[in-house]
């Protein structure tokens, strides 16, 4: 997966989306469709009052859970803006939110505000993006904060449809600031919350992939009617997910709802089971070394340049060398000039 691949599935560890963030406006009505659907109870399975009924009384345990155990990351409960969350969400996406907390915290004391990450330059912007990997994310950040504020007089969009319509921003993000910034009722398809459901309601294991439309119904289903219990809900089951309900070594002696757990009652059949491609190696790969060239440059200082002799010195492979500098020009993350030297962009 390269830089330029927006919006992927975020790993046990973190929050949120993932395949589902890859959404364009033609997911965005499949959602809304599945939304409508489960509000009129069209094509009922048999089984869909089990599942409610499951859902519902594993509510007030999960809530409990949550005010007991949720990680005080400075996006929640209340203490940040939405653009404050829109940002945490992005910086999330394959990025463990541990990890994201010391950028998240300079980056929102630098941009508070859409207005203000609007006017940073673009090497500001790279270079306070440091490590979280996927740095074409930062870019498409700025371009987000710039279209905010043109748009929407520097206040972030509070409706599905005005928020997919943000560069960068995709099906998952979108409800994540629905429900997480606005309390909004709103399903969070993310590939935490996929699992938790699909094993403590559906009893199997979930495979990975992209999110199936039987799978986006009973995600839709399970919600809450009450707005409020729905932004616990979200919130709730996506944490059980990432710390909890793991996807190769689930905790099920401490999970709150392991009573009306379905897959634990079934005997966990087919656990760690995927039907995802296998984990993709990092080590040699163009991601590697597109990194390293972004992290030579941020340490170089503000406005400096890197001569070919001293960016060769970097990587071995001359010739994958100069394709991701021919890819990292392409992408915006630098500048190509005289003789093969490098800078990131002013």
Same mark, same amino acid.
């Given at each position: 997966?390269?830089?330029?691949?927006?919006?992927?599935?975020? =790993?046990?560890?973190?929050?949120?989306?993932?395949?589902?963030?890859?959404?364009?406006?033609?997911?965005?009505?499949?959602?809304?469709?599945?939304?409508?659907?489960?509000?009129q109870?069209?094509?009922?399975?048999?089984?869909?009052?089990?599942?409610?009924?499951?859902?519902?009384? /594993?509510?007030?345990?999960?809530?409990?859970?949550?005010?007991?155990n949720?990680?005080d990351?400075?996006?929640?409960?209340?203490?940040?803006?939405?653009?404050?969350?829109?940002?945490?969400?992005?910086?999330s996406?394959?990025?463990?939110?541990?990890?994201?907390?010391?950028?998240?915290?300079?980056?929102?004391?630098?941009?508070?505000?859409?207005a203000?990450l609007?006017?940073?330059s673009?090497?500001?912007?790279?270079?306070?993006?440091?490590?979280?990997?996927?740095?074409?994310?930062?870019l498409?950040?700025r371009?987000?904060?710039?279209?905010?504020?043109?748009?929407?007089?520097?206040?972030?969009?509070?409706?599905?449809?005005d928020?997919?319509?943000?560069?960068?921003?995709g099906?998952?993000?979108?409800?994540?600031?629905m429900s997480?910034?606005?309390?909004?009722?709103?399903?969070?398809?993310?590939?935490?919350?996929?699992?938790?459901?699909?094993?403590?309601?559906?009893?199997?294991?979930?495979?990975?992939?992209?999110?199936?439309a039987p799978?986006?119904?009973?995600?839709?289903? /399970?919600?809450?009617?009450?707005?409020? $219990?729905?932004?616990?809900?979200?919130?709730s089951?996506?944490?059980?997910?990432?710390?909890v /309900?793991t996807a190769?070594?689930?905790?099920?002696?401490?999970?709150?709802?392991?009573?009306?757990?379905?897959?634990?009652a079934a005997?966990?059949?087919?656990?760690?089971?995927?039907?995802?491609?296998?984990?993709?190696?990092? $080590?040699g790969?163009?991601?590697?070394?597109? =990194?390293?060239?972004?992290?030579?440059?941020?340490?170089?200082?503000?406005?400096?340049?890197?001569?070919?002799v001293?960016?060769?010195?970097?990587?071995?492979?001359?010739?994958?060398?100069?394709?991701?500098?021919?890819?990292?020009?392409?992408?915006?993350?630098?500048?190509l000039?005289?003789?093969?030297?490098?800078?990131?962009?002013?």
């Open positions: 997966m390269n830089d330029t691949q927006e919006g992927k599935k975020r =790993g046990d560890s973190t929050h949120g989306a993932g395949a589902a963030d890859a959404g364009t406006a033609s997911l965005g009505a499949a959602s809304r469709g599945t939304r409508r659907a489960a509000v109870g069209a094509g009922a399975h048999p089984d869909d009052a089990e599942r409610m009924a499951r859902a519902q009384r /594993c509510l007030a345990p999960l809530a409990r859970w949550w005010d007991a949720a990680r990351f400075p996006w929640r409960f209340g203490r940040t803006s939405p653009w404050g969350v829109l940002v945490s969400e992005v910086m996406q394959q990025t463990p939110m541990q990890r994201v907390l010391p950028y998240w915290t300079a980056w929102m004391a630098a941009w508070p505000t859409p203000a609007a006017a940073a673009t090497a500001e912007v790279i270079t306070a993006w440091g490590h979280l990997g996927y740095p074409r994310r930062a498409r950040l371009e987000c904060a710039q279209a905010i504020c043109d748009d929407w007089d520097g206040e972030v969009p509070r409706d599905y449809d928020l997919v319509a943000l560069p960068g921003v099906d998952y993000t979108a409800s994540a600031v997480f910034a606005y309390g909004r009722r709103v399903p969070v398809i993310d590939t935490n919350i996929r699992r938790v459901l699909s094993r403590a309601i559906e009893g199997r294991e979930s495979l990975g992939g992209s999110a199936s799978e986006k119904r009973v995600i839709a289903d /399970c919600l809450p009617a009450d707005d409020g $219990q729905s932004v616990v809900w979200n919130q089951v996506m944490e059980l997910g990432a710390v /309900c190769a070594q689930p905790a099920c002696e401490s999970c709150p709802i392991a009573g009306e757990c379905a897959f634990l005997g966990r059949p087919g656990l760690g089971q995927r039907r995802t491609r296998p984990r993709q190696r990092f $080590q790969t163009d991601r590697q070394v597109r =990194g390293i060239v972004l992290h030579a440059l941020r340490e170089a200082g503000p406005g400096a340049t890197l001569d070919y001293a960016v060769r010195a970097l990587w071995q492979d001359a010739v994958q060398l100069d394709a991701c500098l021919a890819s990292l020009d392409d992408d915006g993350l630098i500048v000039g005289p003789n093969k030297s490098v800078s990131l962009p002013q």
